[in-house]
C-alpha cells in the first residue's frame, strides 16, 4: 500500500513553495480558435520550444524508419533537419514534427512525408499534388508570385486551421524571403481535394494539380491538418539550383 504523503511542520513552506514552482513552470496547450492565445497567427507569437535540438541525434530517425525503403533521400531527410533546426532556435516551431514534400519525385509516387521526430513514427506517407503551372507528372517550375499556379519551395511554418472555399484547409507561412514569403498572400494552403487519388495516376498517370497547395486526399486531410496545425515545419523539396543556391536554411 503507497504511504501517505505527510508533511513535517517545518517544511510545510518549502513544499508550498516547490508546488508554486511546479505550477509556474506547467504549460497548457492551447486549443485552436480561441483568440489571443492560439499558438500560431498570422501575427501572433508561435509556440515556446526547446532551445536544444540535435541533427545529429535526430539523424538516427532516417535508419530506424527506413525511410530510403519509402522513398526519401538521407539528403533530403538531412537538409529539412538543418532547416528545423533553424526555425526551433528562432523559437519559430515545436520540434517534435516534420513535414516534407519530395517535389523531385513524380505524383505518382507518395512523397508527402510527416515524421514524428522523437516518438520516431512515420505519420503519414501519403500522395501530394503540386501547382498546375509547375508541372504534369512532375514538378519542374515554381514561383513565389500570387496568380502564378505554381508552387513555391522551402521551408514553412504551419499556422491555424480553417474552413475555406475548398473545406477545411491550413495556412501555410512562408519562412524564407523571396522564395516562398508570399504564401499567406497567395492563399497557399493544405487542403483536400478530389483529384488526388489513386484512380487518376491508373487511368491519367499522374494525379491531379492546383493552384500551387500542396493539396492531399481529401479522406485524411482533416486527420493531417489537425495533427499539423499550429506551428509544424513543412519542407518542400526539390533538387532546384535557384532554391538551393539562394536558401539560407539547406546550408
Not at 521526430?117 to 500570387?146: D, I, R, Y
Request: aromatic share 10%; net charge positive.
Amino acid at each position: 500500500m503507497r504511504k501517505p504523503l505527510i508533511v513535517k511542520p517545518g517544511k510545510r513552506l518549502c513544499l508550498a513553495m516547490a508546488f508554486s514552482l511546479v505550477a509556474l513552470c506547467a504549460t497548457v496547450p492551447v486549443q485552436a480558435g480561441t483568440g489571443a492565445g492560439a499558438l500560431f497567427s498570422d501575427t501572433s507569437a508561435t509556440p515556446a520550444t526547446s532551445s536544444f535540438f540535435s541533427i545529429k541525434n535526430k539523424l538516427n530517425v532516417y535508419d530506424s524508419l527506413h525511410l530510403d525503403a519509402a522513398g526519401l533521400s538521407k539528403k533530403i531527410f538531412t537538409m529539412a533537419l538543418k532547416g528545423m533546426a533553424k526555425l526551433v532556435r528562432s523559437k519559430q516551431i515545436k520540434d517534435n514534427l516534420l513535414a516534407i514534400v519530395d517535389f523531385s519525385q513524380p505524383s505518382v509516387n507518395k512523397r508527402l512525408y510527416v515524421i514524428d521526430l522523437n516518438a520516431c513514427q512515420l505519420l503519414f506517407n501519403t500522395w501530394v499534388a503540386h501547382g498546375m503551372k509547375t508541372g504534369k507528372e512532375k514538378a519542374v517550375s515554381f514561383s513565389n508570385k500570387p496568380a502564378s499556379n505554381k508552387s513555391s519551395l522551402g521551408f514553412y511554418v504551419t499556422g491555424y486551421a480553417y474552413q475555406g472555399s475548398n473545406g477545411y484547409s491550413l495556412k501555410l507561412k512562408g519562412m524564407e524571403k523571396g522564395i516562398n514569403d508570399y504564401a499567406m498572400r497567395r492563399g497557399i494552403v493544405i487542403h483536400g481535394a478530389d483529384y488526388v487519388n489513386e484512380d487518376l495516376i491508373n487511368s491519367q498517370g499522374y494525379i491531379g494539380r492546383s493552384w500551387g497547395c500542396p493539396a492531399v486526399a481529401p479522406e485524411l486531410s482533416q486527420q493531417l491538418i489537425d495533427l499539423l496545425k499550429e506551428g509544424s515545419c513543412l519542407f518542400i523539396y526539390h533538387p532546384s539550383t535557384a532554391y538551393l543556391s539562394r536558401s539560407q536554411f539547406v546550408r
